[in-house]
């Protein structure tokens, strides 16, 4: 029922997490380093000659880091280099815990989890599994080659691809337009109700009927509750009595009526 959908859409996933993660790796650590980084291999922060960020036209923050033309962050200190280490490490060694017939900890530890499932007691054999992290690491390397003849064989071919492919690139590089898309979809129309609510409602029927004729009955109820509030013990003393004297008879009342 669609696992085979899912299977391919994962290898997708597989084959482009490996060419944007090797795009970073070879534009980072190979050929000349940017001006951005050269700087900061010797240990200085570079900054906008003008102090300021062309981009954003904000005034260069000398502790962040080397912001560029594009408010890059180049953060050394403790504080991101050490959880940076340690999700590295990670990356690099985490896979191993579901090694096929090496270890499941992670299974036992999500078995409560999916025991009511129908499929809980389905589980691929271990050479199925095997096949399937082969299937795997072949398109992984599919995708580090893919990224190494764009980035590193043939730096310009990027730049040829955008240039024949605009639409295509513009399409990708605004994310689908998917924030345009929510905008359009959600913002704008809750944007339209909320208006309404406020012209319309708060102003016309909440504002009009405190403003009217609620008005009106909440000055007649104060006026009212004004003339009991005379400030005078002895009336609230037989008020009281009075409140009292009610409560007793009702209760005797009942009582013989029961």
């Known amino acids: 029922g669609g696992f085979t959908v899912l299977a391919i859409a994962g290898y997708v996933g597989a084959l482009l997490t490996a060419v944007y993660t090797f795009r970073m790796i070879f534009r980072a650590f190979f ?3 940017c001006k951005e980084a050269a700087e900061l291999e010797h240990g200085h922060q570079f900054h906008a000659e003008s102090g300021f960020n062309p981009a954003t036209h904000e005034l260069e923050d000398a502790d962040v880091g080397f912001p560029g033309p594009r408010h890059n962050i180049a953060e050394r200190t403790p504080t991101m280099a050490v959880p940076m280490a340690i999700l590295g490490v990670l990356a690099l060694i985490g896979g191993f ?24 007691a389905s589980e691929p054999s271990t050479r199925n599994a095997w096949i399937g992290l082969i299937i795997g690491a072949v398109i ?27 639409v295509l690139h513009t399409f990708l590089f605004e994310k689908w337009y998917f924030d345009e898309a929510i905008d359009v979809l959600v913002v704008r129309p809750t944007l339209m109700l909320g208006r309404f609510a406020q012209a319309v409602l708060d102003g016309g029927v909440i504002a009009g009927g405190v403003t009217g004729s609620g008005s009106g009955i909440v000055r007649a109820a104060s006026a009212a509750v004004r003339r009991t509030q005379t400030g005078f013990l002895r009336y609230y003393a037989a008020l009281m009595v009075a409140g009292i004297g009610a409560a007793a008879l009702y209760f005797l009342i009942a009582s013989t009526a029961g």
Request: net charge positive; glycine share 10%.
């Open 140 to 166: 992984a390397v599919v995708g580090i080659s893919i990224a190494f003849a764009i980035w590193v064989r043939q730096p310009g071919a990027a730049t040829r691809l955008q240039q024949r492919m605009p």
């Open 31 to 33: 050929g000349d380093p």
């Open 97 to 120: 815990i579901e090694v096929p017939g090496v270890d499941d900890v992670i299974k036992r530890f999500l078995a409560p989890a999916f025991a009511g499932s129908r499929l809980f």
